[in-house]
C-alpha cells in the first residue's frame, strides 16, 4: 500500500536527508551537520503556502527509497551527503521542546521514478512567527547533533550506539574533539546541555506571574543557570563546529496588473526538478503567444500578485487537482546570476477559461 500524504511516520522508522556538501552544512572534517541544514528553504516556505501545508524539509524512508534513487530523483542539488535520523529521536526532542516537530509522508506526486514514494517532510522545523530566534537555533543543533552519516545504501546499522556514560568517562581531551573517529560522547553531551536549556527556559517562562517569595528566588536561580547552560553550548557549539553566513534573500519581482493572476509553478535550473504542473514549457524559453494551457498535478493557490520581499500577495482562487489554466508567462522570482535552481512562478488567465478537467 502506498504511503498516505500526510500522515506520521511510526517512532521506530528512519529517514535521512541529502545535504549540499559544499561547505556551508557540514564544515571540513565534521562527521555531523550543522543545524542550518536543517532550516527550511525559501522554496520549502513557498511550497508550503502554495499548497496550504504545514511548512516541509525533505527527507526519506530508508525502507522505500535508497541514497541512489533519492539522488536520481534531486539531481538539482548538485554534490551531496545523506545524514540519517531515527524518527524516534526527533519525537525525543518534541516531548522536550516544541510539539510541532514530527515526520509525515509526502510521496512525490506525479511519481517521478523508483523511491518517489518515499519522500517524506519533516514539519515543525519553521521558527512561528515572534519565535525565539535563540531557542529555535538551538533546536535546529539538537537535530543535527543527532544525525549519523548513512552509506549509499538503504541498509541501516542496527548495532546498538556505545554507552554514552562510559565515553564522556573516558574520553579524553582528543577522544572529545570533533575530527576524532568516536565523536558520540561530544555529540550526546551537547545534546543533553540543548535538552537542560530548554527545561529551564520553559521552567522560567512558566512561572506565575504572582508567585510567592520562595518561587521568585527558584525564578532567578533558574534564569541564572539557562544563562550559563547556554554559554557553556553556544562556546562548546562554536568551537566543534563551523557556521556560515545566511545569505540575503534578494528583493522579489514586483506584481503584475489584472485579469491575470499567479500560481507557484516550481523549481527550475534549465530543467524542471520540481514542478506542480503538467504541460509547462522548459523554464529558459519564452512562453508562446497565445500562452500554452497547463493542468496542476495537485491544489494549488491563485495570488493576485507575485511574492514580494517574501510576502505574498492576496489569495483570488484556487486550481484543484486536474484543473487547467492558460499560461501566458513564466517569472523567476530568485537572482538568475546566482548559481542553482531558481524559483518559479506562472502568469495565467483568470478567471480560468479551461476549468474542464
Not at 486550481?319 to 524559483?343: I, M, N, Q, S
Request: net charge neutral; with cysteine; charged share 25%.
Amino acid at each position: 500500500m502506498l504511503p498516505v500524504r500526510g500522515t506520521e511516520l511510526a517512532e521506530d522508522k528512519t529517514v535521512f536527508r541529502l545535504i549540499r556538501e559544499d561547505g556551508r552544512f557540514v564544515p571540513p572534517g565534521a562527521r555531523v551537520p550543522n543545524g542550518a541544514a536543517f532550516e527550511p528553504s525559501d522554496y520549502d516556505k513557498q511550497e508550503a503556502k502554495a499548497t496550504d501545508t504545514p511548512v516541509r524539509v525533505s527527507c526519506w524512508d530508508t525502507d522505500l527509497t535508497t541514497v541512489g534513487q533519492a539522488k536520481s530523483l534531486r539531481p538539482d542539488r548538485g554534490p551531496t551527503l545523506p545524514f540519517g535520523l531515527h524518527v524516534s529521536d526527533l519525537v525525543e526532542i518534541r516531548k522536550t521542546t516544541e510539539s510541532r516537530l514530527r515526520v509525515v509522508s509526502d510521496p512525490l506526486d506525479p511519481p517521478r521514478g523508483a523511491g518517489s514514494e518515499g519522500h517524506c517532510g519533516i514539519e515543525g522545523l519553521d521558527r512561528p512567527t515572534g519565535g525565539d530566534k535563540k531557542l529555535h537555533k538551538a533546536k535546529l543543533d539538537e537535530v543535527a547533533l543527532r544525525a549519523f552519516p548513512l552509506p549509499e545504501s538503504r541498509s541501516i546499522p542496527t548495532a546498538e550506539p556505545p554507552n554514552v556514560a562510559d565515553e564522556v568517562t573516558n574520553a579524553t581531551a582528543d577522544e572529545t574533539h570533533l575530527g576524532h573517529p568516536k565523536p558520540i560522547a561530544l555529540r550526546r553531551w551537547l545534546a543533553g546541555v540543548v535538552v537542560l536549556t530548554f527545561a529551564l527556559t520553559w521552567i522560567v517562562m512558566n512561572l506565575p506571574g504572582r508567585e510567592s517569595q520562595r518561587l521568585r528566588a527558584v525564578k532567578l536561580e533558574a534564569e541564572k543557570q539557562v544563562g550559563v547552560v547556554r554559554a557553556k553550548a553556544v562556546e562548546t557549539i562554536a568551537q566543534a563546529l563551523e557556521e556560515s553566513e545566511k545569505a540575503e534573500i534578494p528583493p522579489l519581482l514586483s506584481p503584475s496588473p489584472s485579469p491575470r493572476a499567479f500560481v507557484f509553478i516550481g523549481l527550475c535550473d534549465r530543467l524542471w526538478s520540481h514542478t506542480f504542473f503538467d504541460g509547462v514549457p522548459p523554464c529558459d524559453t519564452i512562453v508562446p503567444p497565445g500562452g500554452v494551457i497547463i493542468s496542476a498535478s495537485r491544489g494549488i493557490k491563485a495570488r493576485s500578485a507575485l511574492p514580494s520581499r517574501g510576502r505574498f500577495a492576496t489569495e483570488v482562487g484556487r486550481l484543484g487537482k486536474g484543473e487547467r489554466a492558460r499560461l501566458v508567462r513564466l517569472h523567476a522570482v530568485t537572482v538568475l546570476d546566482a548559481p542553482g535552481p531558481h524559483l518559479y512562478w506562472g502568469e495565467v488567465e483568470w478567471p480560468p477559461q479551461e476549468r474542464e478537467r
